[in-house]
Every structure is written in structure tokens, then in C-alpha cells.
Nanobody
């Protein structure tokens, strides 16, 4: 089955930037949606951005204008460029994938998840 591995998390100050990566292996479908979610302890996992196989993107209002998702299909890698980071962006960030030709930001619609990478933004 597909495996997802995130990297790039770390600690930055408010206003700083980070780029997360998610590498997918054992890719078995041509139509898919790759997404980034984040979660803080005690809260539900929040979908923040998604990209489908055609490159169509969907952003949550909380990150629109600050975060940019992209993908390199040849490398089966998805990226999340995060700019103007805020303390409220602090969370464990996960990538996830679902098969099919439409995207959502709803966690239970995704079957495969990475292990997560921590992002901490200090004020």
C-alpha cells in the first residue's frame, strides 16, 4: 500500500517560513488528492490544503494567502510552502492521500497518512 513520509518541520519565529515535503511511495492510482492536515492536542485534525492529480488546489481560509501547495509528479512529492507563520500555526502536520478525482479537506475521507512532522511557531 502507499506510504507517505513527511519532512521539513521545525521551529521558527512568528513571521518566518518553512517548507514541508511529503514523499509518496507505492503509488497505484492515476487520479488522487494529496492533502495537508494539522492537529494540536485536544483538537480535531484540520484540513488546510489539497491538490489533485491535475494540479487543482483547495485552501482553507486559515492559510489562504500564506501557504502554497505544489507537487512534483515525477518525484511523487508534495510540498507545502508556509510563509508569514503565526503561533496558531503550531501543530503536527500530516500529509494524506485519497484515490479519486475530487478533493476534500475532511480527514475521514482519507485512507493513507504519514507519520507527521512538528511545526512550532514562537511569538
Amino acid at each position: 500500500q502507499v506510504q507517505l513520509v513527511e519532512s521539513g518541520g521545525g521551529s521558527v519565529q512568528s513571521g518566518g517560513s518553512l517548507t514541508l515535503s511529503c514523499v509518496a511511495s507505492k503509488f497505484t492510482h492515476n487520479t488522487y488528492c494529496l492533502s495537508w492536515f494539522r492537529q494540536v492536542p485536544g483538537k480535531e485534525r484540520e484540513g488546510i490544503v489539497a491538490i489533485d492529480n491535475a494540479g487543482t488546489t483547495t485552501y482553507a481560509d486559515s492559510v489562504k494567502g500564506r501557504f502554497t501547495i505544489s507537487q512534483d509528479t515525477a518525484k511523487k512529492t508534495m510540498y507545502l510552502q508556509m510563509n508569514l507563520l503565526k503561533p496558531e500555526d503550531t501543530a503536527l502536520y500530516y500529509c494524506a492521500i485519497r484515490w479519486g478525482d475530487w478533493c476534500s479537506l475532511v480527514a475521514h475521507e482519507y485512507s493513507y497518512w504519514g507519520q507527521g512532522t512538528q511545526v512550532t511557531v514562537s511569538s
